[in-house]
């Protein structure tokens, strides 16, 4: 292969990466919407439960693709599907392993087209705080949002800044010096978050709030809500882009992938039901009611806007939220980078310069989608909701399965042993057998009847 493929620096260089490009906006943005919308606590069980018996194995499973075959994921799979263990597996598995990793670019394409409009969203109020903090005007955020969604071209130009970044730090092969970046911004934005949590623990919805968020209703579930949850959990881990493969191919021999895999989705759903405790009790305590994208923004900037010193939150609050946004934008134009230079062999400024491009044009849908396309719903959702919801609850559970499925059956068995057993570590064996079972006969029936039941529900309405 004539791609130049570096190692992470060190080990915490690995964590560093695939922790920030765990933690975006999938768990302070995403994540509150989504629990908002299925009822709360017990559907955040259920989140974190499928985390553990679903994300992490399927995690495991494709940073052992990349680590294996030395590839990002279009390549990764065609060598197992030509491999010599693959010739026992049917025809048209390998077929459909063949062409498996081009629709996990694919769905990355889209989902960073429109990622890359909320993190224009977060530039905006990034700005609103500074210009807030400096000029002593008082800000109503209420007014900023509203502005914000009825400006399509607002948010285009913010778009397109926030792609310049994303471009210029890919094409120049910055990321090494990015990662020691986000690595530093992650702590204090945990401090930040606690403190925030802290704050918002005393208004008094919070005890509301966090029955909401902790006390299991099942009866509050709908028919969709396996589906979204499931969704949830790839999206937030990034499971199914191939990202987790090229961060995988990176990986040095000696790493212990399933440790690797375990610590990344627990630190990652921390983050998110912290953030949750965070934003519930502003929700509960709005006059109008919440919900949807905006969610984020409709609360966390009143908070901001009400307390002494509250904009000097603001600008740190959306400044490590930029730079979270920005560390995920950046793994998701590296997965798409990774694999044109491997299967097309072009170069990276110019691989980098026409994914980004692509993935620009397609961001114009969303960023009208409040304005100038606003006509354009299906049922209560707009364009951008509409994009989110058939991507990240159709598309790439079945990308995901696809991917994890081509791993168990395509691998050779003795490969797979031999990233999981570790001979100073006992139960490594039983985590082996479990991973397997986990794969083969849990996470499957899981997926399958999640999409059942998400179709059921649009057709019944
Ligand atoms: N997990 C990220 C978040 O929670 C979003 C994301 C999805 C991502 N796929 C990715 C990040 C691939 C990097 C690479 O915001």
């Not at 790839?234 to 399933?258: E, H, K």
């Not at 965070?278 to 900037?301: D, K, R, W």
Request: hydrophobic share 55%; glycine share 10%; aromatic share 14%.
């Amino acid at each position: 292969m004539s791609v130049r493929r570096g190692f992470w620096g060190t080990r915490f260089g690995f964590y560093l990466a695939a922790i920030g490009s765990a933690f975006g906006l999938g768990n302070l943005w995403r994540f509150p919407y989504v629990v908002a919308e299925n009822g709360g606590g017990a559907f955040v069980l259920l989140y974190v439960f499928l985390v553990f018996i679903v994300g992490t194995p399927f995690l495991v499973g494709e940073l052992m693709l990349g680590k294996v075959t030395r590839s990002s994921i279009i390549q990764a799979t065609q060598k197992l599907a030509r491999d010599k263990f693959a010739l026992g597996q049917s025809l048209g598995f390998r077929r459909l392993a063949l062409f498996s990793g081009y629709f996990s670019v694919a769905i990355a394409v889209v989902v960073l087209a429109y990622y890359a409009v909320i993190s224009g969203w977060v530039l905006h109020f990034l700005m609103q705080f500074l210009v807030g903090t400096f000029s002593e005007r008082s800000l109503n955020t209420e007014q900023a949002l509203a502005h914000l969604l009825k400006n399509g071209w607002l948010q285009v130009g913010l778009t397109s800044v926030h792609f310049l970044v994303v471009m210029v730090v890919i094409a120049k092969d910055i990321e090494q010096g990015l990662e020691r970046w986000v690595g530093y911004m992650m702590p204090v934005f945990g401090v930040l978050l606690v403190i925030l949590a802290i704050r918002s623990s005393s208004m008094n919805t919070a005890t509301d709030a966090f029955r909401f968020m902790l006390y299991p209703d099942f009866s509050k579930l709908n028919i969709s809500s396996l589906g979204q949850a499931l969704g949830h959990v790839f999206f937030t881990l990034s499971i199914g882009f191939g990202a987790m493969v090229t961060f995988g191919s990176y990986l040095r021999d000696n790493v212990y992938t399933p440790g690797a895999g375990f610590r990344v989705a627990t630190v990652d759903s921390l983050i998110s039901v912290f953030a949750g405790l965070m934003i519930f009790p502003l929700v509960l305590a709005s006059p109008s009611p919440i919900s949807g994208p905006e969610l984020l923004f409709q609360t966390v900037p009143v908070l901001f806007s009400r307390v002494g010193g509250g904009y000097w939150f603001g600008v740190a609050f959306f400044l490590c939220l930029y730079l979270a946004a920005l560390g995920a934008s950046i793994g998701l134009l590296e997965t798409i980078v990774s694999n044109l230079r491997e299967t097309k062999k072009v170069k990276r400024s110019h691989a980098a310069m026409w994914a980004g491009v692509v993935c620009f044009a397609l961001a114009l849908v969303p960023a009208l989608s409040s304005s100038m396309l606003k006509g354009i719903r299906w049922g209560d959702k707009g364009i951008l909701e509409l994009l989110d919801a058939i991507l990240i609850n159709w598309l790439l559970p079945i990308a995901a399965l696809v991917v994890s499925q081509v791993v168990v059956r395509l691998m050779s068995e003795d490969v797979q042993k031999s990233e999981f057993i570790d001979d100073e570590f006992a139960p490594s064996a039983e985590t082996f057998r479990h991973w397997r079972i986990l794969l083969k006969y849990v996470a499957t029936p899981i997926i399958v009847l999640a999409l059942i039941l998400q179709a059921i529900g649009l057709f019944s309405g």
